[in-house]
């Protein structure tokens, strides 16, 4: 078996990757933060996350995968406040959307998706333990994590002292903390609406406690693969990392994988900066889920992807050709006596590139050249049955990564009215005696991969398998 490889941010090598527990694969994903619909610079990330779980499978690991939902924070209570909504009833929908936003773009489900409200026991807990340990602090009704405690604070993002300085300058005015660099674990005494009761008063949990608690509570205190999006190297990783090693003594994570920023005209797509787009938007203006999660997948996770119009047309003509050379290969039918096969085959190739570090380029082009070769063989009309039947099974497993192939929902329900269409046609030509047309539209529906079978009950249809 190859290995598989990835860039590991906390010792910025490529190494070679390998689970605690072969084959089963632990990892967790920082997921969203629910005030609002995720933009699909937030996709990048996700898509990211789906690539690395269908690549490991592909490879023969089995995964075990954890996304936390975080729904409490600031932004998520604002909101709320703002609607004048339970905080449920306000993050209830984007959950239910970010889920859908999922399916569409055919993120793979994870095994557990944890919301922070739901694990306040866990994250007390945790709190409590590094207050024995001396490592938490309370101070008024809050509980602050005491950065000078843990002597590997900073090792993830490399920063010096005074980087960590000018991060946390931002909160130097936070006079409860000893440092300024401390951050918070517990806010006490804040929005009575949004509180539970705690060993130090009613308060809520800080942002980053919240994945250190779901993410030991599911995958234990040692896992393999954490992954995010690049900006939350620091201070959340970082923190997370000191959270759960100040409690445990042991690694959080072996790998720690980050994925770089969609951009849009060289800046980070954010909310804050209003440059951003949902799912849904792009939806709206008529582009297929396919062709967004072909565009995010497609540029290595490690560059930045500058997002234009222009990338999402290319995108939805790739995914084009993937499907044209799908529906045509099913339908071919190699006239006896085809002997050729084509002179390369795409899997392995597909697969070794992703197995270093998902280098999704290389893959993609041995899959192009692939496709260029089976066409060349088709036009020839020299492939042989068997090499048929291969190549079909060779793009079946590169579309367990890409999963592109399969026509979105609603683009399958416009093939379906489209079919039902000519077949209706066809029905009143032949009532007409209209043979000629009737034939003309068996033959256009033939083109289209579908199959009729007339019987006395009327006329039924398939796709050609
Ligand atoms: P949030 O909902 O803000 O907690 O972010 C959810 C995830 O999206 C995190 O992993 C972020 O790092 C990631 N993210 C946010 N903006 C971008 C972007 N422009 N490109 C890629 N990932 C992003
Ligand atoms: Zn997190």
Redesign the pocket.
Known sequence: MSDFYLFNTLTRTKEKFEPLEPPRVRMY?????VYDY??I??Y???VFSDLLRRSLLLHGFKVLEVMNI?DVDDRTIDGAAKKGLELSAYTGPYIEAFFEDLRQLRIRQAEHYPRATEHIAEIIALVRRLEERGIAYRSGDSVYYRIGGFKNYGRLSRLDSSGIQAGARVEADNYDKENVRDFVLWKGGRDESVAWDSPWGRGRPGWHVECSAMSMKYLGETFDLHC?????TFPHHENEIAQSEGATGKPLARFWVH?????VDGQ???KSLGNFYTFRDLKQQGHSASAIRYLLLGTHYRSQLNFTTEALHAAASAVGRLRDFHERLKICSPPPGAREEPALWCAQAFREALEDDLSISQALSALFDFVREVNRLIDLRTLSAESRARALEELRLCDSVLDVLEPDREEDEEFVRGVEALIEERNQARRSRDFGRADNIRAELDTRGVVLEDSPQGTRWKRKG
């Open positions: 994903c920082c997921g969203p933060t995720a933009h610079g937030n990048r990330t996700f975080t995010g999006g690049v900006d939350l994925a770089e920023h969609l951009l980070k797509m954010s």
